[in-house]
């Protein structure tokens, strides 16, 4: 706020990252009762692996950070309900700051002149397959908000199904400032997309995770996502996932193996590796040891050294 308040002759370009919501989850002292009394309803697959749904890689099933374990909170394990919570609070801190750079650019007069983009780097799971984490390929984790506004060239109001991805982001900047897009980026200026929403746009993309071993246990994985299919593939385990997304939104019954599906598999698996020759993707995974209760140990006296959040 301060930087913004300062004169600016020519045009600037403010990259603005927010902390928050991040662990440690700890709300703040003016936001500990703002959700009081209001119900946190169970995800409907919370309980999919007590409910024993068939397919789940081994590698999944056995990941850190579900939803009731110590290591969430150094201190105690939280429900679910207050795990949200505190995550909403993180959000609702967001916006209020947000509020305060549109307040900003609106007394210098240049709210309307100046193109806002926001969004996140990741999703989050608030107790889908009880977890309360990230870095799956599911459906939570994947999804971030993305809102823009510039009313010169963006109508109010305008919205858009279509597969977009935060790599979008910087080609779009880019278009919007007339700069051209150097060549090799994976991303696409977004503003054909919001000016039409008929005009042509990808129809799957690329996931990776490959951050293993790690205090998560989270397995590396890569997969491709399209509007209607995603097919996951696990190093580690030599487990796969595929889900129909129109018919199972939840995630919770793994077509992989089926007969009926067998030609789906060999599209999508084809179409994961020319996916990868797109984007240079020569990742080679080669077998780790996985952590020892040691490193375990260390890893837990570095969480206690995180500070509190200061908002």
């Known amino acids: 706020v301060e930087w913004l308040q300062q004169s600016h002759e020519k045009p600037f370009c403010l990259f603005l990252w927010f902390y928050a919501p991040h662990a440690p989850f700890d709300r ?5 009762n703002d959700f009081n009394g209001v119900p946190i309803p169970k ?19 056995d ?10 909170r150094v201190d105690e394990p939280r429900s679910l309900e207050e795990l949200v919570k505190d995550h909403y609070c993180g959000v609702q801190s967001n916006d209020e700051d947000i509020g305060k750079v549109f307040d900003v650019l609106q007394k210098k007069g240049v709210l309307d002149e100046t193109a806002i983009l926001w969004s996140s780097d990741h999703g989050f799971f ?3 397959h009880r977890f309360y984490d990230k870095r799956l390929m599911y459906e939570p984790s994947i999804r971030v908000p993305l809102m823009m506004r510039y009313p010169r060239r963006i109508k109010a109001g305008t919205t858009s199904e279509k597969m977009v991805l935060d790599l979008d982001i910087p080609p779009t900047l880019l278009d919007l400032a007339r700069v051209p897009v150097p060549a090799g980026f994976q991303g696409k200026s977004l503003m054909p997309l919001v000016e039409s929403d008929s005009v042509e746009w990808r129809k799957d993309w690329l996931y990776e995770y490959y951050e293993y ?8 994985c890569r997969g491709v996502r399209t509007e ?3 097919y996951i593939e696990y190093f580690t385990q030599d487990a796969y996932e595929l889900y129909d997304l129109d018919t199972d939104p939840d995630e919770v019954h793994n077509l992989y193996g089926d007969p009926k599906y067998a030609d789906l598999t060999v599209q999508l698996r084809n179409r994961l590796q020319q996916l990868r020759r797109e984007t240079n993707d020569h990742y ?10 040691e490193e375990i140990r260390k890893q837990e006296q570095h969480k206690k050294r995180h500070k509190k959040w200061v908002f």
Request: glycine share 8%; hydrophobic share 35%; net charge positive.
């Open 284 to 293: 080679v995974w080669t077998p780790t040891k996985l952590l020892t209760e």
């Open 43 to 61: 995800p409907s697959n919370f309980d999919e692996y007590v409910a024993g749904y068939p397919g789940k890689p081994k590698g999944v099933v």
């Open 28 to 32: 703040p002292l003016r936001m500990v």
């Open 63 to 72: 990941a850190l950070n579900k939803v009731g374990w110590q290591f969430l």
């Open 228 to 230: 209607r299919y995603k």
């Open 213 to 220: 071993p790690a205090y998560e246990n989270i397995p590396p």
């Open 126 to 128: 608030l107790g889908e």
